[in-house]
């Protein structure tokens, strides 16, 4: 969705921790203000719901008790400025807005954690209930444990009175995520618990919590109720490519809006350029060239504007686009040639003119439409500050109640007929955060009953984790993802340690299953491109591509992000597609084919492990991808500066001897005793495979 209101969407980062503690905020208005608002990650930027109180208009004060854990805020001043606290640090959320930052802490965290000391903080534990605190994936059991870092010694998961050391897998400076797998046939029950130990003290985690060991109890899991979460076996393969449909290609002159604009015009938020399904259908062979292997499609329902996010009709494409009859031909045509199609829709809202709230619109108190919306006072009109939910407030996208039966039943049938009338095998969930979990449950048990094949995608731009427990979508689009690619490729901002671990929290909050198949993205309709935040360098540019196409995650390329193509915030993001620098000389695109290539010939690519190689103290961001005997390593140097990289590739990957060749050049690496000597170049990078 358009985040034109320049505001962050996003959920409080838990950090593990739980419970609550008070905050007290204080604001000082450079000029008086009529009201002031706290928003944030804690009350789901809602400018509305937290009004700060003064006496003079200048000094403003609100305490809230706030959920342990790191929080983004901004003020909201009068209803219409929102601005970041002045007093406090702030971060850069992902959609590229800078918040202010909060940390909140339990108190046990005053004094410093100290290994050896024997003082165990507590406040922190906790063994994940839903996924991935227990996972079951290609044969092996997996659990997790959260505690504070640097607090204990030694951390055991003990399985069926077999105790398995665990190991850190990501965190930061407040938290330490730790795991442990063994090999299970999923028919023995098992029972497990958890051991601390640090200096003279050991203490044991079970479901009565913290205690001494033995006294805690044991966990029992039984296989005939475990039911891991199982995600489309394709999309852990797949790369796929997102289209702006009015944007990508005009096939036909002949359903063009009367308006529409040069290709080469600037885009704006009214517009039109003509993109179509015809369009589309005449660079199926640019796409199978590129090696994409599933596209997904912006909307393409009927809609009063060029983005379609305002849908008046669930059963009709837009005729700017096509018919119903050419946009099923083209999913067929795709498909016959290996890509899958991921539609776009919305649940959430819809357009003043869909018929039943023009009914409303109408009948008013009448209309039998009414339990369809949520309605606040009559009369109904279509105003500033309506009487009726709008999402974010926009009197133009009245918000549907999915839980209401008619509504609910007209959604769904929607998704029957698309099945039935085009080849899909996807659905990208628009503002997905925003519609009851109740309906996802619903959507989710209607889709996968008729197909289990079909991938469901959501949009949540923070942790996702409440909707990928295996009962609502299979997969979020990953901003976080983006949002440490920003961080360290384009600006420049954390080290490359600092950058892995970013990577590897957002990864490991999620099943291995799941992790693979989320929507991994740099650029997108309603961000700006990552060329244009790296300002302009195409070197970083490649540097992000690299990491997208070998990290853990389904990539997915913004049309025109493999040709270098800008473009600053919505509506500049959205510009049309440069077809005219799609040639062999482009060395974006010829790297792109080459990755995409890569990635499908490497197994390790889709399916292995990740193994973080990367140092402290090391300007190189080094990770590999493992699975068996197979193994890809990359390094990735950022600094401006050639960087000379060393590391024992038998004790970072477990086998006694390797031998290299750059991925992408064919060239061997010299190998001494497990023992890899290379120079990464500056702003550049090496991809090296066993």
């Known amino acids: 969705m358009t985040l034109w209101l320049a505001l ?21 208005a450079p000029q008086p203000a009529k009201s002031v608002f706290i928003a944030g990650t804690f009350n789901q930027w809602n400018g509305t719901v937290n009004p700060m109180h003064s006496t003079d208009g200048r000094t403003w004060r609100l305490r809230l008790s706030l959920p342990i854990g790191r929080h983004q805020y901004k003020y909201v001043i009068d209803g219409e400025q929102w601005v970041p606290d002045p007093t406090a640090k702030s971060e850069v959320d992902g959609g590229g807005n800078r918040n202010s930052l909060l940390l909140v802490l339990p108190t046990d965290y005053d004094s410093p954690a ?22 079951w994936d290609q044969g092996r059991l997996s659990a997790q444990f959260i505690l504070r870092p640097g607090d204990v010694q030694r951390i055991e998961w ?21 795991q442990a797998d063994t090999a299970w046939d999923r028919r023995q029950p098992l029972r497990y618990a958890f051991l601390l130990k640090d200096g003279a003290t050991e203490l044991g985690f079970g479901p009565n919590g913290a205690a001494k060991w033995g006294s805690q109890g044991e966990y029992k899991l039984n296989p005939s109720q475990f039911h891991p979460i199982v995600v489309p076996a394709w ?17 036909s002159r002949a359903n063009d809006h009367p308006a529409t604009e040069p290709w080469t015009a600037k885009p704006s938020y009214i517009n039109r350029f003509g993109g179509d399904a015809a369009g589309v259908r005449q660079r199926i062979p640019y796409l199978q060239q590129l090696g994409i292997s599933t596209v997904y499609f912006n909307p393409i329902m009927m809609a009063p504007s060029n983005h379609r996010y305002d849908p008046v009709d669930f059963y009709r494409v837009d005729p700017e686009f096509g018919t ?38 109408q009948r008013q108190q009448d209309s039998r439409f009414l339990k369809w919306f949520f309605i606040n006072e009559f009369p109904v009109a279509v105003r500033p500050n309506p009487p009726y939910q709008g999402w974010y407030g926009n009197a ?16 769904l049938e929607s998704v029957d007929y698309w099945h039935r009338e085009a080849k899909l095998a996807g659905w990208r969930l628009d503002v997905a955060n925003e519609v009851p979990m109740e309906f996802w449950r619903i959507l989710r048990q209607r889709v996968k009953a008729a197909n289990p094949d079909i991938w469901i995608l959501g949009e949540e731009w923070g942790d996702a984790s409440a909707w990928l427990q295996g009962d609502q979508w299979d997969a979020s689009m990953n901003y976080p993802f983006r949002t440490a690619v920003i961080r360290h490729i384009a600006e420049g901002h954390t080290s490359a340690y600092e950058f892995i671990q970013e990577l590897l929290e957002g990864m490991n909050r999620y099943a291995p299953q799941v992790a693979r198949n989320q929507m991994n993205l740099i650029s997108s309709h309603d961000v700006p ?13 490649h540097l992000a591509a690299i990491v997208q196409m070998t990290w853990v995650g389904m990539p997915s390329v913004y049309y025109g992000d493999e040709l270098g193509m800008e473009g600053g915030v919505d509506p500049d993001n959205r510009r049309p597609m440069r077809w005219d620098t799609a040639t062999q000389s482009n060395p974006t695109l010829q790297l792109y084919r080459r990755l995409i290539v890569l990635r499908k010939r490497r197994p390790e690519l889709t399916r292995g492990r990740l193994v973080s190689m990367t140092l402290p103290d090391s300007p190189v961001a080094a990770y590999a991808r493992v699975l068996g005997p197979s193994a890809t390593l990359v390094l990735v140097n950022r600094s401006s500066r050639p960087s000379v990289v060393t590391f024992d590739a038998t004790s970072a990957l477990g086998k006694a001897s390797w031998a290299f060749r750059n991925a992408l050049t064919g060239t061997k690496v010299a190998v001494n005793p497990g023992k890899v000597k290379v120079t990464v170049p500056a702003k550049g990078s090496l991809i090296l495979s066993n």
């Open 324 to 361: 119903n009859r050419e946009f099923g031909d083209l999913t067929r045509a795709l498909d016959r040639v290996g890509i899958r199609v991921v539609l776009d829709q919305i649940f959430d809202h819809v357009g003043t003119t869909f018929s039943p709230f023009a009914d409303v619109l």
């Open 529 to 541: 491109r990552f060329r244009t935040v790296a300002k302009g360098d195409l070197a970083l540019a």
């Open 235 to 251: 999309t852990e393969r797949a790369v796929m490519y997102q289209i702006f449909p009015d944007r990508f290609a005009n096939g």
């Open 158 to 178: 003990v399985v069926n009175g077999r105790a398995i050391a665990m190991r850190p897998v990501s965190g930061d400076e407040f938290t330490s995520r730790v």
């Open 114 to 135: 100290r290994i050896g000391d024997g003082m165990i903080t507590r406040s922190p534990f906790r063994h994940p209930k839903g996924s991935p605190g227990l996972n």
């Open 396 to 411: 133009s996208m009245p918000k549907l109640n999915p839980l209401n039966p008619d509504t609910q039943r007209y959604l």
């Open 8 to 28: 962050a969407v996003g959920v409080t980062q838990s950090l593990g921790l739980s419970g609550t503690a008070p905050h007290d905020f204080t604001y000082l």
